[in-house]
């Protein structure tokens, strides 16, 4: 069973609703959001386990998705071969990665997975987020 908190079809989250399952933890989620800002942004159902996923994108690609769960919530971030190439090469990157590499690739490139429930998760989350949104607006 998934741990995000919006299982159910109806309604879909807003900001009251956001706001009140993440408590103190929503300016995490407004950083994160903030980190992202200039793409679009669709909240998606994906069925009863899998719930409701906010898709942060450029039109074509997701750049990162958002579950809300009753702990904080997860960034799921997916980078190209080519995205990962450049973000090994960034120092500030290449820390966050060693600590986060997934253990392989999927078919379509490189699932980061970030649980935000702190100061120290969200930075993470947040200069990883600008790295690679910064790499897919020079595309």
Same mark, same amino acid.
């Given at each position: ?5 919006? #299982? ?12 009140? +399952?993440?408590?103190?933890?929503f ?16 909240w ?7 719930? $409701? ?5 450029? %039109?074509?690609?997701? #750049?990162?998705?958002?579950?809300? @769960? ?7 971030? /997916?980078?190209?071969?080519? @995205?990962?190439?450049?973000?090994? @090469?960034?120092?500030? +990157? /290449? +820390?966050?990665?060693?600590e986060?590499?997934?253990? %392989?690739?999927?078919?379509?490139? $490189? %699932?980061?997975? #970030?649980?935000? +429930?702190? @100061? ?6 947040? /200069? #990883?987020?600008?790295?690679?949104? /910064? ?5």
């Amino acid at each position: 069973m998934s741990d995000n908190h919006f #299982l159910a079809e109806e309604p879909a989250p807003d900001q009251t609703s956001i706001s009140a +399952a993440l408590g103190g933890k929503f300016p995490l989620y407004e950083r994160v959001l903030e980190a992202a800002s200039g793409f679009e942004r669709d909240w998606k159902h994906y069925g009863r386990k899998y719930g $409701w996923k906010l898709k942060v994108h450029d %039109g074509q690609k997701a #750049l990162l998705e958002i579950s809300v @769960e009753d702990s904080g919530f997860r960034v799921s971030i /997916a980078a190209r071969e080519s @995205e990962m190439e450049e973000l090994r @090469e960034d120092p500030a +990157a /290449a +820390a966050v990665l060693a600590e986060l590499l997934p253990p %392989g690739r999927s078919k379509e490139g $490189w %699932g980061i997975r #970030l649980r935000v +429930a702190d @100061e120290a998760a969200c930075d993470r989350a947040v /200069a #990883l987020t600008k790295l690679v949104a /910064a790499i897919r607006l020079r595309e």
